[in-house]
């Protein structure tokens, strides 16, 4: 089926809604990529990565400040929530839980938080579960389980960007399940120098791209520890336009839309470099694709250009220069809100609009 460049939504930014806090040394380096969700009464509050000296990150929890006309506007910080004291989140020299994203699944009746544990071997993606936003349990890394057919263990891997559906579908097996995006990162030698790019038979493209996966809802309705076991891991989307021609990676969680499952994700252009935490020669910009509502591991449309790019001086200056990074959506009296980090350095907001036939 061809994929449509036709998806009728717009972003509009807004403006910063967090920036570091004067001599509060847990953001010395920045905040920024922030999570997001609604407490059990309703307020609305955002989970920002917190990033001390030395790159080391926190979770932390900011309620939302929306001003008269419904528009978010600033925060006010409640503490931190989730922060690097267990072993696979730290390594000799560095450490941190870095950008959240969470989930509201209904079928959970909990908060699903996905983040990078910045582990002694580098970035995994690791699961907590929570039913206040304040109080979060570990469930730990996650399990990729082993397909032989992609002749490769998927846990060997890097892995970062990673974010469940709110509701369950249907798994390509035929199962009810949690569908979960993440973005395997192929070059083995940032583990183990010498062992180089190892792609999964099938791949020709080591460049970092959109994968899903699968979790029975069965089993986790069982046993929540089995939320971290993830199967069924399939190729969904990779760079194809000019704004991400080095990479791309999913954003928020899959937000429901009339025509399908709305994903927006960032698209990477410029120059990585090699075992670089912060990089310097890089573009980060939003754009979006549509995923079909029955089976989510379609892609249906996709924007051949930005929604968003770096353009503001915020967005453009900051730890690591030019980046829009969008990581939440939130909807207020009936508005959608777009949370993304700006220049690594400070979270900004636009509209999410759609576009009238």
């Given at each position: 089926?061809?994929?449509?460049?036709?998806?009728?939504?717009?972003?509009?930014?807004?403006?910063?809604?967090?920036?570091?806090?004067?001599?509060?040394?847990?953001?010395?380096?920045?905040?920024?990529?922030?999570?997001?969700?609604?407490?059990?009464?309703?307020?609305?509050?955002?989970?920002?990565?917190?990033?001390?000296?030395?790159?080391?990150?926190?979770?932390?929890?900011?309620?939302?400040?929306?001003?008269?006309?419904?528009?978010?506007?600033?925060?006010?910080?409640?503490?931190?929530?989730?922060?690097?004291?267990?072993?696979?989140?730290?390594?000799?020299?560095?450490?941190?839980?870095?950008?959240?994203?969470?989930?509201?699944?209904?079928?959970?009746?909990?908060?699903?938080?996905?983040?990078?544990?910045?582990?002694?071997?580098?970035?995994?993606?690791?699961?907590?579960?929570?039913?206040?936003?304040?109080?979060?349990?570990?469930?730990?890394p996650v399990f990729f389980e082993y397909d032989d057919g992609l002749d490769v263990d998927l846990n060997l891997y890097h892995n970062k960007d990673t974010v469940?559906?709110?509701?369950?579908?249907?798994?390509p097996s035929g199962v009810e399940s949690l569908a979960v995006l993440h973005r395997p990162m192929w070059d083995l030698g940032e583990i183990r120098p010498g062992?180089?790019?190892?792609?999964?038979?099938?791949?020709?493209?080591?460049?970092?791209?959109?994968?899903?996966?699968?979790?029975?809802?069965?089993?986790?309705?069982?046993?929540?520890?089995?939320?971290?076991?993830?199967?069924?891991?399939?190729?969904?989307?990779?760079?194809?336009?000019?704004?991400?021609?080095?990479?791309?990676?999913?954003?928020?969680?899959?937000?429901?839309?009339?025509?399908?499952?709305?994903?927006?994700?960032?698209?990477?252009?410029?120059?990585?470099?090699?075992?670089?935490?912060?990089?310097?020669?890089?573009?980060?910009?939003?754009?979006?694709?549509?995923?079909?509502?029955?089976?989510?591991?379609?892609?249906?449309?996709?924007?051949?250009?930005?929604?968003?790019?770096?353009?503001?001086?915020?967005?453009?200056?900051?730890?690591?220069?030019?980046?829009?990074?969008?990581?939440?959506?939130?909807?207020?009296?009936?508005?959608?809100?777009?949370?993304?980090?700006?220049?690594?350095?400070?979270?900004?907001?636009?509209?999410?609009?759609?576009?009238?036939?």
């Amino acid at each position: 089926m061809p994929v449509s460049t036709a998806i009728p939504y717009t972003l509009t930014r807004l403006g910063v809604v967090m920036a570091p806090e004067d001599g509060n040394p847990l953001e010395a380096e920045g905040v920024l990529n922030p999570a997001s969700g609604r407490d059990p009464d309703g307020v609305l509050y955002l989970l920002p990565r917190l990033v001390a000296a030395g790159n080391v990150s926190r979770v932390g929890l900011a309620r939302v400040v929306i001003d008269d006309d419904g528009v978010p506007v600033g925060v006010a910080r409640e503490g931190v929530v989730l922060e690097p004291d267990r072993a696979w989140e730290r390594g000799a020299a560095h450490g941190g839980v870095e950008d959240p994203r969470v989930t509201w699944v209904a079928a959970l009746g909990l908060h699903v938080m996905t983040y990078v544990a910045y582990g002694p071997l580098g970035p995994r993606t690791a699961l907590a579960v929570s039913d206040d936003l304040r109080s979060w349990r570990r469930l730990g890394p996650v399990f990729f389980e082993y397909d032989d057919g992609l002749d490769v263990d998927l846990n060997l891997y890097h892995n970062k960007d990673t974010v469940f559906f709110p509701t369950p579908v249907t798994s390509p097996s035929g199962v009810e399940s949690l569908a979960v995006l993440h973005r395997p990162m192929w070059d083995l030698g940032e583990i183990r120098p010498g062992q180089g790019v190892v792609l999964p038979r099938g791949v020709t493209d080591e460049r970092h791209s959109i994968w899903i996966s699968y979790v029975p809802l069965a089993a986790v309705l069982e046993d929540l520890r089995n939320l971290v076991r993830w199967t069924e891991h399939r190729f969904l989307a990779g760079p194809e336009y000019p704004f991400e021609e080095l990479k791309i990676g999913g954003g928020p969680a899959p937000l429901r839309v009339p025509e399908g499952w709305l994903l927006l994700h960032h698209g990477v252009t410029g120059v990585l470099a090699s075992g670089v935490a912060q990089q310097q020669r890089v573009n980060y910009a939003a754009g979006a694709l549509l995923l079909d509502a029955d089976d989510p591991s379609v892609v249906l449309a996709r924007t051949p250009e930005p929604l968003l790019a770096p353009e503001t001086d915020d967005e453009r200056s900051g730890i690591v220069p030019n980046v829009v990074f969008p990581t939440a959506i939130e909807e207020i009296g009936g508005a959608h809100y777009v949370f993304y980090g700006m220049a690594d350095s400070k979270i900004g907001v636009a509209r999410l609009d759609r576009i009238a036939p």
